[in-house]
């Protein structure tokens, strides 16, 4: 079926470091795109989204890149901090009716 | 911070005891959702409900109800609790369709049934 999955359940990298957060997804008519953050004992919250006609969305710290030829997003944190660490997770809309698809998270540790 | 408030936080409960899980939104929100998670893992979806006496079932196979009665309130129902229930439950909200940032979560409430 549909889904939205995560290259590595685990990630760890050394702070002041670049992150980079891998998620491929298969329905190619989707169109909306979010990564989530969540922190232990909390809900997801929101990060950064991108539109199908976009390939690159920046934030603070925060990058969002689109790649629809081979159906891949990924989320780059810059400069790493302990506040960072969480699990991150894709999502996609799935037709337009306001339903998200998510997949697996990938955790990120970050080491002082 | 998120205007949707999920209560209780915690809960543990026996089996065949009856829970009803609150979710409310002060955002004036017309879609709600509920999600079943386990630790670390993916998001599910159970229900959804696209407004006031709207629900419908999500993807993954519940034994919960839910109600819509009042836009801002979305509470979800177990009958009979069972140890099968534990997990947290995540509650939602958005104003999808204006490319609004998607959804608003809850901060969960962790069931567990013994």
């Known amino acids: 079926g549909e889904s939205v999955g995560l290259h590595l359940p685990t990630l760890s990298v050394q702070e002041g470091d670049n992150s980079i957060i891998n998620c491929a997804y298969s329905n190619s008519a989707s169109d909306y795109f979010i990564w989530y953050k969540q922190e232990s004992g909390k809900g997801p919250q929101f990060i950064i989204d991108?539109?199908?006609?976009?390939d690159k969305r920046q934030g603070q710290r925060v990058t969002v890149l689109l790649n629809k030829t081979v159906k891949h997003l990924s989320l780059q944190i810059a400069a790493t901090q302990p506040g960072d660490s969480a699990v991150y997770f894709c999502?996609?809309?799935?037709?337009?009716?306001?339903?998200?698809?998510f997949g697996q998270g990938t955790e990120l540790s970050v080491k002082p | 911070e998120a205007d949707i408030y999920q209560t209780p936080r915690y809960l543990v409960i026996g089996t065949g005891k009856k829970i009803t899980l609150e979710c409310s939104q002060t955002m004036g929100h017309d879609k709600m959702y509920w999600y079943q998670q386990d630790p670390g893992m993916e998001l599910h979806l159970i229900h959804y409900s696209y407004g006031v006496n709207s629900t419908e079932k999500g993807d993954l196979s519940s034994e919960s109800t839910v109600s819509r009665i009042r836009t801002e309130h979305f509470p979800l129902t177990l009958e009979s609790a069972r140890p099968s229930h534990t997990s947290q439950y995540l509650c939602?909200?958005?104003?999808f369709g204006t490319g609004n940032r998607g959804y608003t979560f809850g901060s969960g409430t962790r069931l567990t049934v013994v």
């Open positions: 999502a996609e809309e799935k037709n337009q009716g306001g339903k998200l698809i």
């Open positions: 991108i539109r199908s006609n976009m």
């Open positions: 939602a909200s958005s104003e």
